[in-house]
């Protein structure tokens, strides 16, 4: 009879040489658009360097920031950051203070 071994993985957070869950989308994502940044430029007709050297910065800045935000971050904090530039500092409530207090019959029925 066959023996399998079990996934000890599951319920784990997908990881690939230190890049945690959301970051891999920015390094995926940032290397594909400068890897047709770079076809584009190439059909356009501009020199062989340029492109290199677009390409090789221009990925050379994907992998250093997205690593710097996975460690600054960490595993979920970029989207606590996202939600706390959306949240409002403080709730303004123009209503008069007696409106708040005053009791309203169509709620109680």
Same mark, same amino acid.
């Given at each position: 009879?066959?023996?399998?071994?079990?996934?000890?993985?599951?319920?784990r957070t997908?990881? $690939?040489?230190?890049?945690?869950?959301?970051?891999?989308?920015? $390094?995926?994502?940032?290397?594909?658009?400068?890897?047709?940044?770079?076809?584009?430029?190439?059909?356009?007709?501009?020199?062989?360097?340029?492109?290199?050297?677009?390409?090789?910065?221009?990925?050379?800045?994907?992998?250093?920031?997205? $690593?710097?935000?996975?460690?600054?971050?960490?595993?979920?904090?970029?989207?606590?950051?996202?939600?706390?530039?959306?949240?409002?500092?403080?709730?303004?409530?123009?209503?008069?203070?007696?409106?708040?207090?005053?009791?309203?019959?169509?709620?109680?029925?």
């Amino acid at each position: 009879m066959n023996s399998y071994s079990i996934n000890k993985g599951i319920g784990r957070t997908v990881e $690939f040489k230190g890049l945690q869950s959301q970051y891999l989308f920015i $390094f995926a994502g940032g290397l594909l658009g400068i890897l047709i940044l770079v076809m584009i430029l190439y059909m356009a007709g501009s020199g062989t360097v340029v492109c290199i050297g677009v390409g090789g910065s221009g990925s050379v800045l994907i992998i250093w920031k997205t $690593f710097s935000l996975n460690k600054k971050y960490g595993q979920h904090g970029l989207m606590k950051v996202q939600t706390k530039k959306r949240h409002p500092r403080y709730i303004i409530c123009r209503k008069p203070v007696y409106r708040h207090l005053k009791h309203n019959k169509k709620q109680s029925a």
